[in-house]
């Protein structure tokens, strides 16, 4: 059994920062691209942050200059330091996770359950 955790959400003020953490558990062989994604009241999940197992990262526009990705291999850890924060920041944010399980073939996408982040005006 794989799963992935989220801490570090809450309520911040505009112009503050946050820091996000997801750490993967289970029965895990590898795994490969993580990323964090995030959903407002009333819209589609969309994309926020990724980072390849060696450390390439790529940003959504919105938040570029803003949010940083990284990750502990060691730990089985992605992190997200958001800065700068805006209202429209507020959703809830989810942790991806590319894992292939020690008793599978194939790798799979995981899914945590998600931490609320507000940001008041």
């Known amino acids: 059994q794989v799963q992935l955790v989220e801490s570090g959400g809450g309520l911040v003020q505009a112009g503050e920062s946050l820091r996000l953490s997801c750490a993967a558990s289970?029965?895990?062989?590898?795994?490969?691209?993580m990323a964090w994604y995030r959903q407002a009241p009333g819209k589609h999940r969309e994309f926020v942050a990724t980072i390849t197992r060696g450390g390439l990262t790529n940003y959504a526009d919105s938040v570029k200059g803003r949010f940083t990705i990284s990750r502990d291999n060691a730990k089985n850890t992605v992190y997200l330091q958001m800065s700068s924060l805006k209202p429209e920041d507020t959703a809830v944010y989810y942790c991806?996770?590319?894992?292939?399980?020690?008793?599978?073939?194939?790798?799979?996408?995981?899914w945590g359950q998600g931490t609320q982040v507000t940001v008041s005006s």
């Open positions: 289970g029965s895990i062989l590898s795994i490969f691209t």
């Open positions: 991806n996770a590319r894992i292939m399980p020690i008793d599978s073939r194939v790798s799979n996408d995981y």
